[in-house]
Structure formats: C-alpha cells, structure tokens
C-alpha cells in the first residue's frame, strides 16, 4: 500500500485466441466490450455459462490487431480452456494455451513503477492503468509488461519465460533493484487480503458458478448493449426478475473474524446469508469480510451478525471497496 512487494503468480493461466475471427470469439465469450480495446489495452470481463453464471473471470489484453490474450484464474485453468475452446469452434481463429509457457511476476505499490523501471528499458510514464507494452526487462527481451494487478493498488505484471532458471533470474533481480525501496517477496495470503480490501472477486468466492453477474454487482463491466454472448439471454430475464441476494462489504463491530462460508445472521438470529470471504485486514486494522445477503438488508449499516463458533457476533454493513488507493496529485 505505501511501498512495493512482489508476488509469484506462475500458476496463473494464459489464452490466446488469433486469427481472422479473434474478436468475434472473445466477443462471443465475454460479457464485456472487446471491440472497444485499442491494441495495448486491456479490461477486466468475465465468460459466463448460458445460465448467467461465471465460468471464470479474466483479463482480456488485445495484443495485436487480431490477437488476444485472456489471463485466467490458476485453479480453474484447465476448465477454462476447454470451455474457451468448446466455445470458439465456430470461429476462424486459433485458441492456444499457453498457461506453461509463462511465468507471471506481479510488481505491486506506488514504488513499484519505480522498482521496475530500474530494469527494463521501455518508458513506463505513459504505460496507464489497464494498458501494456512490450519491452527488455532483466536483459530478456520483448517482454509483456501490463499496468495490472490484484491488488488494489498502481502496479505492473509481467510475463516472462516460465523455465526455472530464467524466471528464478528474473524473481532475483526485482528484489535486488527493490532493495532501495523496501521491497518485500509476498505471499498469495497478503495478496487474498489485498483483494479483499479493495472487494475484487475471487473464484469459488463472490463468483461461481451459482452466482450471476447482478448479483455479484459486476454490471458495469456486462456490456448488455453487445450483440449476442454467452449467458446474455439468462441475464435479461435475471434482471427483470429481481435478484434474491447481493454482495455487501462486512465490518465485524465485536471481536470475531468472519470466514468463508460462515452464516450471516439478522439481529433476530434468522440465517439469511453467507460469508464469501472474510480476513483481518492488516493495513485497515480491522475485522472485514465480504456476504451474499438478501437486498432489503444490504443497506449501509445495517447490523447483522456473524456465527462464529455458535455464537452470533456483531456485523455492520460497510462502503466497498474497503479500501481505495489515493489519487495521485496531477503535476
């Protein structure tokens, strides 16, 4: 949050779809709007199954002119390429896994533009948020550098050579060029506590494969204006019929730490939810958690209550993101 740490996210998953019809076929998969990429930019959608509900959710980089690369969840990589693959046969374009073929290094916190920028050679300055470039880094060239990342905060993910000895090179060189700004190797705990704090989606969690796009509260990035995707006509009947439940952000108010799958209860002790996620937040220095629970008691500060152990402890509906990064001062 205030200085950089770096993260090994080399199960993560890669897909490439090129060809005469690769924008069709990310189109087609999809929920939100691949025409709109500029070459270089990147967006956050998700693929839905024809019910509404999530496949996975993914990053979406147009690379090339017709050239697309989907970064996917690690758990879930294999079923995600089956369904991409199932699901793009109709189009002219190749689908290629390349989840072995790279190894992605996550470079995360207003330092870490500084960290980076000391080993490679593309200018970073004009690399914005959710876009990418291409350049030498660690003396590799022609690596991805994406403005991405799962934290929350500013940061850079990159994409190199997944063979042992070079992404070992490349782990070793960042934290020795980020030992002037504190850098710190960080684990996929610190990074679940960083997503939770700034409410980005895990899979298995807030989305799954029961859980569709409004009720996850991610229709800002289901573009319903699109032609025809995957999942889009289970969707308009889902919004006119209302959703039963929705995504709240938690703050314990009595001592107690609200795990996944714990039952949210109303102050009546009746069970009308669950916990999708739920941490001690390191940074805010506070008990949060993320819930489904029905709409009518979604309201900001609203007190509900958490069984943990038996016992219903003290919640109150908070703002989300937990947390927001500060805005930069413009020079």
């Keep these: 949050r205030t200085g950089v740490g770096v993260f090994d996210v080399s199960h993560m998953g890669d897909i490439r779809l090129s060809g005469a019809q690769a924008l069709e076929a990310v189109q087609h998969i999809s929920m939100n709007d691949a025409s709109r990429l500029a070459i270089g930019q990147a967006q956050y959608s998700a693929l839905l199954y024809p019910q509404g509900t999530f496949v996975d959710d993914v990053i979406v980089h147009r690379l090339g002119d017709k050239e697309y690369l989907l ?174 439940r929705t995504l709240v952000g938690l703050e314990m108010v009595e001592r107690g730490i609200a795990r996944d799958g714990y039952k949210v209860l109303d102050e009546g002790g009746r069970e009308i939810g669950y916990v999708t996620s739920g941490s001690y937040a390191p940074f805010l220095k506070k008990n949060i958690a993320l819930a489904y629970v029905p709409p009518e008691l979604a309201g900001l500060g609203a007190t509900l209550k958490v069984e943990i152990r038996g016992q219903g402890v003290k919640a109150q509906v908070a703002p989300t993101p937990f947390y927001r990064r500060p805005k930069k001062a413009k020079h």
């Design 71 to 244: 970064v996917i969840n690690a758990g879930t990589r294999e079923k995600d390429f089956n369904w991409v693959r199932d699901n793009t046969r109709q189009f002219n374009c190749r689908v290629e896994n390349l989840s072995d073929d790279f190894t992605q290094i996550a470079i995360q916190g207003p330092r870490g533009v500084d960290l980076l920028q000391k080993v490679t050679d593309a200018d970073l300055s004009g690399v914005k948020f959710y876009w990418v470039t291409h350049g030498t880094v660690c003396g590799l060239k022609d690596i991805l550098i994406a403005r991405t990342g799962y934290t929350g905060e500013d940061g850079f993910e990159i994409y190199v050579p997944s063979d042992e000895a070079t992404s070992a090179m490349v782990w070793n060189k960042v934290l020795e060029a980020g030992k002037e700004f504190g850098v710190l190797p960080c684990g996929l705990g610190a990074r679940n506590t960083l997503r939770l704090e700034s409410k980005l989606p895990l899979y298995g969690h807030e989305i799954s494969d029961t859980i569709n796009v409004w009720e996850a509260g991610l229709d800002r990035f289901c573009k319903m204006e699109k032609p025809k995707f995957v999942g889009r006509d289970a969707l308009e009947k889902a919004k006119s019929e209302g959703i039963k």
